[in-house]
């Protein structure tokens, strides 16, 4: 796996791109939601929404989209796979809280997981990006 991959793969599992997403807010009406696999499953992800499109580390797209490609993916590895869609009501940069939850804090990240995820933010044109995804999602 090249540099960019390992980036990406990194990016993935951590919740601080949506965190730094909605500090510094590049657009308005979007909050978290968490995707919680059921009992004994894995698939644990973050995103942020403004219920029509989604935002996370693939950039933007269809909030459904965004949902159908989770479950697809998680149901080809293990059957019976499902889960339930929760709206994030705790700290997404709180180790102690996303320790809670089964996932990594921006300190237990290797150098500073936080500053990544900002330049991350910072490459993407946001209004352009979303304009394009609701297209889609609307189309």
Request: net charge positive; proline share 3%.
């Amino acid at each position: 796996m090249g540099a960019a991959g390992s980036h990406l793969l990194r990016l993935r599992r951590m919740p601080h791109s949506c965190r730094c997403f909605l500090k510094h807010r590049p657009l308005e009406g979007f909050h978290a939601e968490r995707i919680i696999p059921a009992e004994s499953f894995a698939g644990n992800h973050i995103y942020v929404t403004n219920g029509v499109i989604a935002f996370d580390y693939h950039g933007y797209s269809g909030r459904e989209r965004l949902l159908d490609h989770h479950r697809r993916g998680w149901t080809s590895h293990s059957a019976g796979w499902h889960c339930t869609i929760e709206k994030v009501d705790f700290d997404l940069l709180d180790t102690a809280e996303l320790n809670q939850r089964k996932m990594l804090g921006p300190d237990q990240y290797l150098y500073d997981a936080v500053l990544r995820a900002r330049r991350f933010l910072q490459r993407i044109d946001h209004a352009e990006a979303a304009a394009r995804a609701l297209r889609i999602a609307t189309a």
